[in-house]
Nanobody
Framework: QVQLTESGGGLVQAGGSLRLSCAASGRTFSSYVMGWFRQAPGKEREFVAAINWKGGSRYYGDFVKRRFTITRDNAHNKVFLDISTLKPEDTALYSC????????????????WGQGTQVTVSS
């Protein structure tokens, strides 16, 4: 079992940057693919980024365009999402997830989810 806790969200002006963190409990953290998803009010959940257990493979949503970077620290059971040049349309609840499914950009591939951290970008 893996428990995930996100942090780092908040209110930020457009053009700013944030680092979101996801802390995981459980001894098998390093065996999971870790992903970030976001959901804005009234919209469907959207894949943001994922990283495999070694960190050698990273996957990004189509909208990312180099503004998002996912990294992980297996020694400390953490995964990070760095976001730069924030835009109002990035406003959403960002959730991290852990899974072993074959398709890292699909939500069903993830068995464990955090509660999310809210990111609000003002114009």
């Amino acid at each position: 079992q893996v428990q995930l806790t996100e942090s780092g969200g908040g209110l930020v002006q457009a053009g700013g940057s944030l680092r979101l963190s996801c802390a995981a409990s459980g001894r098998t953290f390093s065996s999971y693919v870790m992903g970030w998803f976001r959901q804005a009010p009234g919209k469907e959940r959207e894949f943001v980024a994922a990283i495999n257990w070694k960190g050698g493979s990273r996957y990004y949503g189509d909208f990312v365009k180099r503004r998002f970077t996912i990294t992980r620290d297996n020694a400390h059971n953490k995964v990070f999402l760095d976001i730069s040049t924030l835009k109002p349309e990035d406003t959403a609840l960002y959730s991290c997830a852990a899974g072993v499914g074959p398709v890292p950009y699909n939500a069903p591939s993830y068995a464990h989810w955090g509660q999310g951290t809210q990111v609000t970008v003002s114009s």
